[in-house]
């Protein structure tokens, strides 16, 4: 399957901050073929770092972020189902971001982009899905940020979606996640490369997003996996160096990830969406988390994993138990998994077999009103 | 087999002579909560054959696994510290099949049943059988039976009730037994239940 990311342009997005954004440029991919009445869409909502190509392989050969659960066969099966993934608002890979010139200065926005939320995103989303000729999607699903976009869409759009699938992610940000995106965030603003975001003529502030990178590949993995993985094994030496150079194998494995990040991610990208995280909760201006789920009307299927730290089950316990109090059609499962906060990339077995009974049962009962 | 056989042939849902009992009483259309589901077979069933919205509690990850995957929305969970979650009167009937005798607290777990649904469906081994009285009486030991083929130290039951014992407590409660069922293999039974029924299935309400 080679894929190809296509793009579309809107006049306008109100944004929740109050301000107005002008135009708008949305990076979006489609899998599978769009049932005659429109039935069988699922949009797919990427993480953090993602982009639009989720799966099949692109002109230059590279692999979607989630190809083993999309495609022929596969969780979300391309056969049966019609699957589009958008990059974010305010990312680097299509959609508009910091990293857009601003068509009033001719420059790029920098950090006089606007601040984002993850509702704005969704709200983003919903003019593409709309402009597609889609009323109702078969289902939202993604796993981390991804997942919260999932929880935003059942909330804001009722009606616009038959099920979720929000995958290891929560309802509102914690302390402790607000606190490791801050610590990326204050690496990449201690770098003098960053110049208060206007960087784009000159050098990137490579330093501090590695740095970011670092932290958060870190949070992803787990003690389990990162003792199978590196151990305390050493990097093409037998003797500690005693100079600051790479000893071990997980000090290599940090510094590769991030400087490969620095390629291909914007800065300010960075800036921005973990700020969108970090603002996110469901439950704001609700008297209880469960008084926002009100307004949801779809099925939902909660995935969470048993070594995944940075968004632990209780998170998505907490979701559920939301959900139940309200009588909402909900169904959860814990995975077993040494992979971490990763697990929802890797796991991919467990997952697909309860996904690919969720949609089946999901589609035949609105098929069946 | 000396048990007495005198009523109606039951025949298999699943493999379970309890579950064409529930299936039974379980009117189409109802929304109906499955305590330790398992792997939801039942309620697959009664969504394909009485259209019933269904939901399930199942402990076990990997049963829950397969439960989803069949299209039931399952919570993993344990199934006394789920049922508070759920509000007052969600349900039509709230099933807890082979699993009363494993709970820590059953009358709080027959409570919650009937706080969430307007009607309970239980069925449990009756420890007051025959073959139950006949192994403790001349072992001098802790019943084994084809019911309670555990040894003591290893048996997931916890709490051993008759039927006799079942009906004391609800006519102590003030619960109303709607419907009873007897089985032992798979003929009813009507004659002296609490010694020749292996399994009772009731139906009750507050």
């Not at chain 1, 790029?108 to 709309?130: N, S």
């Not at chain 2, 919570?75 to 494993?102: K, M, N, R, W």
Request: aromatic content about 10%; overall charge negative.
């Amino acid at each position: 399957m080679i894929t190809q990311t296509q793009s579309a342009r809107f006049n306008s997005l109100s944004l929740d901050c109050g301000l107005v954004l002008s135009p708008v440029d949305v990076a979006f991919e489609t899998y599978g073929e769009l049932n005659a009445d429109k039935s069988n869409a699922i949009l797919i909502e990427h993480a953090f770092s993602g982009d639009a190509h989720a799966a099949g392989a692109d002109a230059e050969g590279k692999i979607g972020w989630w190809d083993n659960m999309i495609g022929s066969g596969k969780g979300f099966d391309t056969d049966r189902y019609f699957v589009i993934c958008s990059n974010v608002l305010s990312g680097c890979r299509g959609t508009t971001g910091p990293g857009s010139i601003n068509p009033a200065t001719g420059a790029p926005y920098g950090t006089t982009f606007p601040g984002v939320t993850i509702a704005d995103m969704v709200r983003l989303q919903k003019k593409l899905v709309d402009r597609l000729g889609i009323h109702r999607l078969l289902s939202v699903s993604g796993g981390s940020m991804g997942g919260m976009q999932a929880l935003e869409w059942a909330v804001s759009f009722p009606d616009a979606v038959a099920s979720v699938i929000p995958i290891a992610c929560t309802a509102r940000h914690s302390a402790m996640q607000i606190a490791f995106n801050e610590v990326g965030r204050q690496a990449i603003m201690a770098d003098l490369d960053w110049a208060g975001g206007n960087y784009y003529s000159g050098k990137m502030p490579g330093r501090g997003l590695s740095v970011a990178r670092m932290v958060g590949h870190i949070t992803y993995m787990s003690d389990d996996s990162m003792r199978e993985k590196f151990g305390r094994r050493m990097r093409d030496r037998d003797k500690f160096g005693y100079d600051f150079s790479v000893d071990f194998e997980v000090e290599n494995y940090l510094r590769y990830r991030g400087s490969q990040f620095v390629d291909r991610f914007d800065a300010n990208s960075y800036l921005y969406i973990t700020k969108a995280m970090d603002y996110f909760d469901l439950s704001a201006g609700y008297p209880s988390l469960a008084a926002s789920f009100e307004r949801a009307t779809c099925r939902f299927l909660v995935l969470s994993f048993t070594s995944d730290w940075l968004y632990p089950s209780y998170q998505s316990q907490e979701i559920v138990n939301a959900l139940r109090g309200r009588n909402r059609d909900v169904a959860y499962c814990e995975l077993e998994s040494s992979y971490g906060h990763d697990a929802f990339l890797v796991e991919v077995k467990e997952q697909a077999e309860m996904v690919g009974g969720f949609l089946a049962q999901t589609l035949k009962e609105i098929s069946r009103r | 087999m000396s048990t007495k056989r005198n009523g109606p042939q039951v025949r298999d849902i699943l493999g379970r002579s309890d579950y064409t009992i529930i299936s039974g009483i379980v009117e189409p259309g109802s929304k109906v909560l499955d305590l330790g589901c398992g792997e939801a077979e039942l309620l697959a069933w009664l969504v394909e054959n009485k259209q019933v919205q269904a939901r399930g509690v199942e402990i076990s990850g990997s049963k829950v696994r397969v439960a989803i995957a069949r299209g039931v929305s399952v919570y993993q969970g344990d199934i006394e510290q789920s049922l508070p979650g759920y509000p007052d009167q969600a349900f039509d009937y709230v099933i807890l099949s082979q699993t009363l005798q494993q709970t820590l607290h059953p009358l709080e777990v027959l409570r919650e049943m009937l706080r969430v649904g307007r009607g309970a469906i239980v069925a449990f081994p009756n420890f007051g059988h025959w073959k139950v009285r006949w192994s403790h009486l001349v072992s001098g030991r802790a019943p084994r039976t084809e019911l309670f083929p555990y040894d003591w130290y290893d048996s997931p039951n916890i709490h051993f009730l008759t039927i006799d014992d079942f009906e004391r407590l609800t006519s102590a409660q003030g619960w109303k037994l709607e419907k009873r069922i007897f089985l032992s293999g798979h003929k009813e039974v009507s004659l002296l239940p609490n010694l020749n029924a292996e399994v009772a299935v009731y139906l009750f309400r507050k």
